[in-house]
């Protein structure tokens, strides 16, 4: 016996039109990061694998807390611990990196497969296994670098926001998770007011650069991050100015629909051409000359 | 009516065709089914440090007669007061340490000289545990100290409470030692 769980879908991959038929209107939802209170504890990480019921991948000691280098398709949050030396010693960015969900989402953009990552109507981005034919298009279009392929099952994977929680109520894995409450979840417009009133305390106490992070480049991510160096972003290894490749952009928007046209004119030509002139016949001394379709 | 094999193969390219006009997707696109929605909850402590954080232990099946209760997932208790439901890294993969082939399961004894761990029962672990304290008891009870007045005292057994435990049972606890004159008594809890 399972829940009842049919999400709105407002945006489909390689598709013109979501199944939300816009009689609901469901909040966004966003998850809430504070990089300043974070202690790097990895609760969210440990969640997050075993909520998702991924598979323990086998870890390298290279000089760094950090448990691996980069995200994977079995570790789909990863607390990055950026080292940076201050004047009153070294300090730790501590920064949460998984999928954004981006309210304009690039990989979803670069996707050829239909239905294969859907954003919802709550603004969860997901990765649909079973439309998914692992063409690694979302890498690509991600300027946040989260999807990953998945050497066994050949399928992309990244966070899903927990949505399977998400849509029966409850809280993501992570945040649950989460000890010192520097991750919080709710509404977006809830955590954007969280995040101001954050940085605001911030700059009172001598962060002045302190922002929050919610890129325009992307209309806003479902994740925000309170930075209390937001004039470097970069510190954190996050883009400064996310986009959604300019590539993708040109190739979906232009050159796809251009292909189509193309096809599509030449079925019109084929079709005129036959009305016009006919089937091509082969001109023997046997044939029978014949300009028209019998009709 | 009736359907020829001819007719029953263009019946199915025709439908397959119209089939295949239609955003299959479309339908299929569901998520993950929530895993946790039938499985039993059973409140516990995390065992590991002195915040004692409460945890809901998710079991396998309805606790019925003929399902096997395994644990399938461990999350916070947000209605414990202190954690409210977080936990740190330890805690969140109890599940793990739960389910470890591993996991110590029945009593242990290393007995004196041994280098090996060898199975106990219950009832004789706890037999022996009983011998033990009597028999330290006995030798290193003071009754009277050396002006002469009555202390009533073991200093022989030292008694260390764990963070974990409850209310009710750290008083039951209390009253044992005490009636056992332990005078050194500590608790994990301040570790």
Redesign the interface.
Known sequence: MSVQQNLEIRRSSASVWGSQSGMRSVPTVSKYIDTTTCIGCKACEAACIEWNDLRHIATEQTGTYQTLPTLHAEYWNLIRFNERDFDGGLVWLMRKDQCMHCEEPGCLAACPAPGAIVQYANGIVDVNPDQCIGCKYCETGCPFDVPRFHQTTGKMAKCTLCVDRVSVGLEPACIKACPTGCLQFGTKDDMVALGARRVEQLKSNGFTNALLYNPEGVHGTGVVTVLAHGDHPEWYQLPRDPHVPILVRFWKSFLRPLGAIAIFGAVIGALTHYTKFGPKEVRGVDAPDRNLPDA | MELTRRGFLKATAVGSTIALGF?V??A????????I??TTETRSVCPYCAVGCGVIIHTLGDKSKNAKASVV????DPDQPV?R?????K???L??DITHKNRLTKPKVRRPGSDHWEDISWDDAIAKIARHVKDTRDKCFVAKNAKGEVVNRNPGIAMIGGCTDTNEFNYLQWKVITALGVPYRDTQARV
Do not use: Y
């Not at chain 2, 299929?28 to 895993?35: L, W």
């Not at chain 2, 997932?73 to 916070?76: A, L």
């Not at chain 2, 439901?85 to 890294?89: A, D, I, N, R, V």
């Open positions: 955003d997707a479309r299929k696109a569901e998520m993950r089914e929530f895993k929605s039938r997932h461990v999350e916070g954690s439901g977080t936990l740190c890294p805690g969140i993969t599940k793990d």
